[in-house]
C-alpha cells in the first residue's frame, strides 16, 4: 500500500509519517515537503534526518504548487491514501501575509485534491482546523456548526472543505476534512505556545509574551493521539463521500493551569510578559469528539499531565541539539 504525506517535515505530517512508517514495513511511505521558512528550516531537516532513517519512507522537495512534478510523483506512485497536511500555518501570521495562506492553503490545496480525484486516490484525508469555527460560545463545537472563522488562516480552511463539497461530486475518492485542535507534543512547533514557553524556559535571553494574561481555553491534543486516530481513519467506515472530524481531546485547559503544570515539570520559569488579547486570537476552543471516536474505536485519550511530561522530557533531551 502507497501512502503520499504532504507536509513530512512538519509537527504533525513528520510524526504521522514516522509512526505509520515504524508501524508497518509493507507500507511505503512518500513524503514532500517545500521546506518553508516560516519557521526554523534546520528543525524540519532535522525531523526529515529521522524520517529517511525508515526504509520504506522517500522524501521528494516539492512544493505543491508545483503541479508537473506533483503530476509526475501520482503517475509513479498510484497512491492509495494521501495525507495532505502542507499548509502555511499560524493564525497570528494570517495578519502579516494574507496571500501566504491563498498561495499555499488554497491554490497548492487544489493541486492536492483536483490530483487525488483524478487519479482515484481510495482516501484523501486534509488537515483543517478547529479555526475554521471562528469565535462561537456554543460548546463542545460540533462538526454540523455554521462556521464563522475570524482570520484568512481559518477562512482558507473553511474554502479547502467547501472547495471538497463542489468538486468531489461523482467521483470514486472520499474526503476526511481533519479538523484539528491545538495538537501538542513532541517535534511541535516553535511558533505554537508549549515550544515557545519551552524555548523560553531554557533560553533566559527570550521572553514569553502570554496573551490574554493566560486566559486562554485550549483543547489540548496530544501528537500520539493524533498518529492513532489517523492510522485507525485509513481503514474505518466511513459513510460519506466527504467527512468532516474533529480531532481533539474534548479538556479544554486555561493557559495559567497548563503553566502551572509546564513549571512543575521543569522546576524552571521564563520571564513572562503578560499582555492583553492580540487580535485575531480566539479565547476558547473545545470539540465535540464524539464523531472521532465512534469512528476510530480510540476511547480514551492521553492524560495531559502524561502528555505535558514526553514533551518535556523530549525538550530536555533534544535543546542543545536543535535551534528551534
Ligand atoms: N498543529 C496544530 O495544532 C494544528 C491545528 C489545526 C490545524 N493544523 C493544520 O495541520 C496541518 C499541519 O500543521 P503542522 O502543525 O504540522 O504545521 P507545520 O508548519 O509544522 O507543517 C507544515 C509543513 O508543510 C510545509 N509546507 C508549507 N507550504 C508548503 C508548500 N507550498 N509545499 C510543500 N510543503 C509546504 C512546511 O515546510 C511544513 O514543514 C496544517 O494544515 C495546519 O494548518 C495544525
Not at 238 to 255: A, D, E, Q, T, V
Request: aromatic share 14%.
Amino acid at each position: 500500500m502507497k501512502i503520499f504525506i504532504t507536509g513530512c517535515c512538519g509537527f504533525i505530517g513528520f510524526n504521522f509519517a514516522n509512526f505509520l512508517a515504524k508501524a508497518n514495513k509493507k507500507l511505503h511511505v512518500v513524503g514532500i515537503d517545500n521546506f518553508s521558512d516560516y519557521y526554523s528550516v534546520s528543525y524540519k531537516k532535522k525531523r526529515l534526518k529521522e524520517l529517511v532513517q525508515n526504509r520504506n519512507f522517500k522524501f521528494y522537495k516539492i512544493d505543491i504548487n508545483q503541479n508537473n512534478k506533483l503530476i509526475k510523483l501520482y503517475k509513479k506512485y498510484h497512491f492509495n491514501y494521501v495525507f495532505h497536511f502542507a499548509a502555511q500555518a499560524g493564525v497570528r501570521y494570517s495578519l502579516i501575509n494574507p496571500r501566504s495562506y491563498i498561495e499555499n492553503n488554497i491554490s497548492g490545496f487544489f493541486n492536492i485534491l483536483n490530483l487525488s480525484i483524478k487519479f482515484k486516490v481510495a482516501r484523501l484525508f486534509y488537515a483543517s482546523s478547529s479555526s475554521a469555527y471562528g469565535e462561537l460560545n456554543k460548546f463542545p463545537l460540533k462538526e454540523n456548526y455554521s462556521l464563522k472563522p475570524k482570520n484568512i488562516y481559518g477562512l482558507s480552511k473553511k474554502i479547502n472543505e467547501e472547495m471538497v463539497n463542489v468538486l468531489l461530486q461523482k467521483n470514486k475518492t472520499q474526503c476526511i476534512g481533519l479538523r484539528f485542535f491545538t495538537v501538542y507534543g513532541e517535534w511541535g512547533r516553535p511558533d505554537m505556545f508549549m515550544m515557545k514557553y519551552l524555548n523560553a524556559t531554557y533560553n533566559k535571553s527570550k521572553v514569553f509574551y502570554l496573551n490574554n494574561y493566560g486566559n486562554h481555553f485550549r483543547d489540548f491534543t496530544y501528537i500520539g493521539d493524533v498518529c492513532k486516530i489517523l492510522k485507525k481513519l485509513i481503514y474505518s467506515k466511513l459513510k460519506y463521500k466527504h467527512s468532516i472530524i474533529n480531532i481533539c481531546s474534548n479538556k479544554p485547559l486555561k493557559l495559567t493551569k497548563i503553566i502551572k503544570k509546564i513549571d512543575n515539570l521543569t522546576l524552571n520559569k521564563p520571564k513572562i510578559r503578560k499582555r492583553s488579547l492580540q487580535k485575531a486570537d480566539i479565547l476558547k476552543t473545545h470539540g465535540d469528539n464524539s464523531l472521532v471516536k465512534k469512528n476510530t474505536g480510540i476511547k480514551k485519550f492521553t492524560d495531559i499531565s502524561i502528555g505535558l511530561k514526553n514533551t518535556v522530557e523530549w525538550f530536555i533531551r533534544n535543546k542543545d541539539r536543535i535551534k528551534f
